[in-house]
Nanobody, 126 residues
């Protein structure tokens, strides 16, 4: 499985940005897709995840109500729509995947994901 996040850039606080992650795997019916981020000088942290089957989603408290994770079955694509961006959202964002349908409590755990893409930088100016 090859993942490549894209869509990052510079945006003003309060603005919006949508990240995309196309995957090479043709069948994702059992997968869980996740977004993580790493801010300068900090450890990588969970942002959001989606279980392909059933559309179960999970969000970090820091982004709940502002970010939306979604998928496009036909395009094998997962998106992260980011609204009301804050300077503290500045980070490199990574797309991740596992062939397992994770339960909610496991979705935020990095070690549960088997595939990682290169990150895309999001910079939010104040």
């Amino acid at each position: 499985v090859q993942l490549q996040a894209s869509g990052g850039g510079l945006v003003q606080a309060g603005g919006s940005l949508t990240l995309s992650c196309p995957a090479s795997e043709p069948t994702f019916s059992s997968y869980t897709m996740g977004w993580f981020r790493q801010a300068p000088g900090k450890e990588r942290e969970f942002v959001a995840a989606l279980r392909w089957s059933g559309s179960t989603t999970s969000y970090a408290d820091s982004v709940k109500g502002r970010f939306i994770i979604s998928r496009d079955n036909a395009k094998n694509m997962v998106y992260l729509q980011m609204n009301s961006l804050k300077p503290e959202d500045t980070a490199v964002y990574y797309c991740a995947a596992t062939g397992r349908g994770l339960i909610l409590s496991s979705m935020p755990l990095e070690r549960m994901y088997d595939y990682w893409g290169q990150g895309t930088l999001v910079t939010v100016s104040s």
